[in-house]
T-cell receptor
Framework: DAKTTQPTSMDCAEGRAANLPCNHS???????VYWYRQIHSQGPQYIIH???NNETNEMASLIITEDRKSSTLILPHATLRDTAVYYC?????????????FGTGTRLTVIP | DAGVIQSPRHEVTEMGQEVTLRCKPI?????LFWYRQTMMRGLELLIY????????DSGMPEDRFSAKMPNASFSTLKIQPSEPRDSAVYFC??????????FGPGTRLTVL
């Protein structure tokens, strides 16, 4: 699975959009981009995933560049409850090798 | 649905004792995963099951660790004998497909 690079930490003002970048320059054509987050003292939580088209759900939007070498997770109106570590994961979907490698992620702090 | 249920939430034991962690996955999910999280090593996949069958146990650290899934609604992770370096938060996750995993609240294990 391709390696990802994320900033160690970011701050965002409450109510503003939080844009979390992820670089995955070695991504293969059949690898998806997944985002999970982990709020303090809780288990990781699935947010969204995509292959090459932009995706949106009730939690967030995922923007993937045309060359697929990077992506951005967007939380449109960040709240204090969005303070968490956000993990960008790249892997082939629906394969027997099922390891989600979480890496170190980005620690997002939403500031009142 | 109550989500993934883990018990106990906290466990404190002495070195050499047997420890059993329990997990009830979300009903209908065919995949079950056991992870371990520490500050030093982050989140690591230990083992996962598909339809109650262990598929990949390459992450199990050593023979002291064993996992079972006797039926679709119950799994255990056992450590015998436990050692202080086993202290960590152990997460169970389940999913209907391999990628969108739903995590439980975790069991915080402390081995003295």
């Amino acid at each position: 699975d391709a390696k990802t690079t994320q900033p160690t930490s970011m701050d965002c003002a409450e109510g503003r959009a939080a844009n979390l970048p992820c670089n995955h320059s070695t991504i293969s054509g059949n690898e998806y981009v997944y985002w999970y987050r982990q709020i303090h003292s809780q288990g990781p939580q699935y947010i969204i995933h995509g292959l090459k088209n932009n995706e949106t759900n009730e939690m967030a939007s995922l923007i993937i560049t045309e060359d697929r070498k990077s992506s951005t997770l967007i939380l449109p109106h960040a709240t204090l409850r969005d303070t968490a570590v956000y993990y960008c994961i790249v892997r082939v979907a629906e394969t027997g090798a099922n390891n989600l490698f979480f890496g170190t992620g980005t620690r997002l702090t939403v500031i009142p | 649905d109550a989500g993934v249920i883990q018990s106990p939430r906290h466990e404190v034991t002495e070195m050499g004792q047997e420890v059993t962690l329990r997990c009830k996955p979300i009903s209908g999910h065919d995949y079950l995963f056991w992870y371990r999280q520490t500050m030093m090593r982050g989140l690591e996949l230990l083992i996962y099951f598909n339809n109650n069958v262990p598929i990949d146990d390459s992450g199990m650290p050593e023979d002291r660790f064993s996992a079972k899934m006797p039926n679709a609604s119950f799994s255990t992770l056992k450590i015998q004998p436990s050692e202080p370096r086993d202290s960590a938060v152990y997460f169970c996750a389940s999913s209907p497909v391999p990628d969108t995993q739903y995590f439980g609240p975790g069991t915080r294990l402390t081995v003295l």
